[in-house]
């Protein structure tokens, strides 16, 4: 059977690495970038002049673009009835759900996904998050998961944007985190790699954490299987604070999160875990 | 060969759960607890009624009590001359080192301890940090490791307790960006557990990052095998703050870590990663 063939919108790093998956793996792919150099610097695929007529060009549109404004630049002048359009372009789970709603009242089903890569892992690792049309997923998955593997996350298509945030938001705190203990050995004779490897260890080893959270949230009941409670905890930052005093390292990373735990121990709950802290971020 | 025989002074929980584990494995344990019902209730040890007795009856006297000040409180009357002292207390680097001072200059050798395990732990996994008298350590280690794993980190006595709030100080940035990221998803029709899942993976994939952070800090160059460089990854904080404010979720978790992104960016270092921002936390 001939493989699916494609039309693709925006040959960035991104976009670029997408494209020589597919075609590696024999698809037909129509590309189109704002800059047409790039476009015709990759070999194998058919290019065009304007987005309007790569889209004409086959049934499934992949955009990759800049940001959500220029997805509806792009695909201003096109006709997309009859149109299966799928948007990689970074954007907010409300942006999601407001281009969902525009390219569907032009005729098109939608689909929304949120890549959890970078363009060296393409063809490699990593997955994209999808959401929106699930008939639009089913019936080019195979096409889709050729570059990355897939996760399909809900009708809502604003929700892979949402997980997609929500992950890199989390690896961000993780980041800080990280950050702050190297800052605490920097000064002393510590080896940064085998301080790099403990670290690991130790964060990893922290993992069922997040599981006990979700079974805390699904209950209701944010003390179950508490071991370290708030309380303690609490009182254990104490140590983390004063330890960042002594090595000269400032605690604007942590102050945050340990304000929140005291604040929800002293609205009383000194015997949950941490899990209410999250309570105290909803606004 | 008979089990070494160890003083253990202090019978809180964790004191408790490395006191049975020992006493499982024959090794004779005299016990001392600042409240004696404690000690009374420890089937199989020896218990006497003052710290300074328990502290006559073995050469390896190993400390699990409240806060540093306790320490000294308990061994004040003790002699500690010939003594190998433990101290699993809680503490910063400097009490630490201050602490191997005070016992050292009191005839006994020292080794600080970093327990990085809650009670239930004990006996099955967790370890904990040593730091001091490696001699110290080298002749009892078969005895220490009984309870929990051991690892051995430098002479400085200061260093257990660096590496162990380095650990806990990772956790709670990675704990806080787990927060938000449950937040984000806690108003929509979200699973807590199916996302919990994603959640790990994502997370554990990520832990390359402090091997490249490692490599940074040992090569001075903060943009060696950088793919999303500084510049990228400050604008793509622009769509996390916006979808916490489409969520409702207060970003106080995140900005203090993009304020610093932004202020090393703004610095002239945007083909870094964001290892930088580890200087900038150095005072």
Known sequence: MAQ?????????????????????????????????????????????????????????????????????????????????????????????????????????????????????????????????????????????????????????????????????SAMSGAFAGISHAFALVRREDVRPSDFAELLVGWLTAMMPYVHGVAEHLESGDYTKGVVSNLAMQVAGNATLLRTAEEQGVSPELLTPYMNLMAQRLADGHGTEGTTGVIDLLLR
Not at 31 to 39: D, F, G, K, L
Not at 62 to 88: F, H, I, Q, Y
Not at 123 to 151: D, I, M, Q, R, W
Request: proline content about 4%; overall charge negative.
């Open 4 to 168: 699916e063939a494609l039309t693709l919108l925006g040959l960035g790093d991104m976009g670029t690495a997408l494209a020589r998956t597919w075609l590696a793996a024999g698809h037909p792919v129509t590309a189109w970038n704002r800059t047409p150099a790039r476009a015709a610097r990759l070999t194998g695929a058919t290019t065009f002049p304007t987005a309007a007529e790569a889209v004409a060009a086959n049934r499934l549109v992949v955009a990759c673009l800049l940001d959500d404004a220029s997805v509806r630049e792009t695909l201003r002048d096109a006709d997309l009835d009859g149109k299966d359009v799928v948007n990689l372009t970074t954007s907010t789970p409300d942006q999601a759900r407001e281009l969902a709603k525009w390219v569907e009242d032009r005729g098109a089903r939608f689909l929304a996904g949120g890549i959890m890569a970078v363009p060296p892992m393409i063809g490699n690792s990593g997955y994209v998050f999808y959401s929106g049309s699930e008939a639009l997923f089913a019936e080019h998955e195979a096409t889709l998961a050729v570059p990355v593997g897939t996760k399909y996350v809900g009708a809502d298509a604003g929700f892979a944007a949402l997980h997609d945030v929500a992950l890199l």
